[in-house]
């Protein structure tokens, strides 16, 4: 018998020695120490046998030692005694993701094509562009800048940068580049945003594009920029060319490829305050510099936050385009008919009903559920983001196949009484489940062939997780120790 063979049969016997029902412990090692939860059979966390027990400590102080690196044990006690020890090196701790697709993207996600050189030569700055530019410069420094600027780029610098990113600035952008090579002493022009030079323009965007970069388990919401319609519900594009930053991480773009309601060369923000990819700031760069020339002492509102959070439906406005409920009241998503720019709705807390049968007429896109009882019904078809949790009874899914958007679905949190229907979902990329569905699932002969990325999530045993790896092509054994006490 090995050493950590004794250690474990040490641990199991103080295990069972003081439990009061059936369960189990899940217990990961490293090289700082040890991290515990007990669990019922039935996978709900709980306070089980007794934790003030000598020779448990005992056995918990000595496993590191012997442990020799990562280690996850799962024990698994009666009362009378017996018990079955699950331990592993290398089976993925909990929540555990695996990326089957690494180009995959969520809808509204996918990257665009990388920039490269190429020839954009279309003529020199527009002139009457130019003069208005220059015009709208020359009062702003009159009225706020009064040492005024250094002298501009030349024309032929500012193709040279556009030739290194194969496309052309907007006019005015131009303009400003032949009047200010930068802003260099922060003067206010573009206020907020301060103009960058055209050599850190080319370096910001040779490869580079802004907005979110999210992978299969991000979060999937694009909101839509105010005013509606103007910059496109993407997550990045290769229209947004970052030209200003200002003081606090956050930066201005020039659109090349706006939303129907849009204009070529609107501007847009994107960076740390920023909720959605981008922001809408300005119809164009010469908008910008007329707003800083009225308002440069005013303070501008921010932005109203797109996904409200709140108690109760009446408190929540009609506009919301995303709804976090916490509630512990029944829901029904028809009190959600009213809201008309509804894309994004998330309902918490110790909610005893969640009524779903009038949710076909939403067009929301993500939709998470943690209800004591939920049933399926005819869900909108513009859903591409579901997670079902909290449910006290098994309940059927089979109502989902009929969604031809559904792309990701987190069950883990949820009793399923037929999770092998999960088979025929026509759009599913990305499926998350705990141990027991997957493994079910995975019993039933489903192959994740279609699938781009798998989550463990829930409750999952050592030997859960162990089979789950496998069943991805991943190194993964476990080992199993049984006794009494």
Known sequence: MTQIDEVLHQLGKAFVAGLREPGYRLTTVHR???????YTMAGEPALLGRWNNLDLNNAMAALPGVAGGGLVVEMIGDPSGRYTIHWSRDVPSLPARIVLDEDYRLPRHELPPARGPGTTDTGVTDPAVLAEVERLVGEFAA?????????????????????????RLPEDLRALYRLIRDDSGESGLLDPFVLARLDVLVEWNRKNHPGYQDGPFDDAMIFECMPAGHVRRVSSSNGWVTFARDYGMNFAAVDLDPGPQGRIGQVVTHGRDVWAPVEYVAASVTDLIRRAI????????????????????????????????????????????????????????????????????????RLHVEAARW????????????????????????????????????????????????????????????????????????????????GLGGS?????????????????????VTGDL
């Open 460 to 480: 999952a045993g050592v030997s859960d997780a162990a089979r789950w790896s496998q069943a991805f092509g991943r190194d993964s054994s476990f080992y199993t």
């Open 294 to 365: 009225a308002t440069l002492d005013n303070e501008r509102p921010s932005p109203p936050d797109p996904e409200i959070r709140a108690d109760k439906t009446a408190d929540l406005p009609v506009t919301a385009q995303g709804v976090v409920l916490r509630t512990e009241a029944p829901v029904s998503l028809a009190e959600f008919e009213r809201f008309t720019n509804l894309r994004s709705l998330v309902i918490r807390g110790k909610v005893p009903r969640v009524d779903l049968t009038r949710a076909a007429v939403l067009q929301i896109e």
């Open 32 to 38: 700082h120490g040890s991290q515990s939860q007990t």
């Open 143 to 167: 009225r706020h800048h009064a040492q005024g600027y250094a002298t501009g780029c030349s024309e032929e610098e500012i193709l040279a940068a556009e030739q290194h990113l194969g496309l």
């Open 375 to 454: 049933e399926l019904a005819a869900l909108p078809p513009s859903l591409i983001d579901l997670t079902l949790s909290g449910n006290d009874e098994p309940t059927p899914v089979a109502e989902l196949a009929t969604l031809p958007n559904l792309v990701r679905l987190d069950l883990s949190g949820a009793a399923v009484s037929d999770i092998d229907v999960i088979a025929a979902f026509p759009a599913l990329r990305v499926l998350t489940l705990d141990g027991p569905q997957w493994i079910q699932l995975l019993a039933s002969g489903w192959k994740p062939a279609q699938l781009a990325a798998a």
